[in-house]
Nanobody, 125 residues
Framework: DVQLQASGGGLVQAGGSLTLSCAASGFIFDDYAIGWFRRAPGKERERVSCISSTDGSIYYADSVKGRFTIFSDNDKNTLYLQMNNLSTEDTAVYYC??????????????????WGQGTQVTVSS
């Protein structure tokens, strides 16, 4: 099966850290732009970070710049998101998704998919 599966979420105090993992299976992982997204209660899904497959360029949302780091291990078909200095605003379900369609290699692709079950991150004050 073609899928992405996020894991590593949990409950952490503000200022703490977590590292999320996204395991890919059923497709050539490093051919695609893969990104981290999150959805907080009552809010739209937000693109948090992404790695393009062509040149490895990285995107971060302004809200996480300087605190989150995205990196991948292509040998393990796994994408990671190191999250430091977490705040209550980071509380959300985090998902990983792959770029689809014509621009499957780019973080600017208009469509992402292959959403797996997300992982809950809860930051307490």
């Amino acid at each position: 099966d073609v899928q992405l599966q996020a894991s590593g979420g949990g409950l952490v105090q503000a200022g703490g850290s977590l590292t999320l993992s996204c395991a890919a299976s059923g497709f050539i992982f490093d051919d695609y732009a893969i990104g981290w997204f999150r959805r907080a209660p009552g809010k739209e899904r937000e693109r948090v970070s992404c790695i393009s497959s062509t040149d490895g360029s990285i995107y971060y949302a302004d809200s996480v710049k300087g605190r989150f780091t995205i990196f991948s291990d292509n040998d393990k078909n796994t994408l990671y998101l190191q999250m430091n200095n977490l705040s209550t605003e980071d509380t959300a379900v985090y998902y990983c998704g792959a770029a689809l369609g014509t621009y499957y290699y780019s973080c600017t692709a208009p469509e992402f998919g292959l959403w797996g079950q997300g992982t809950q991150v809860t930051v307490s004050s």
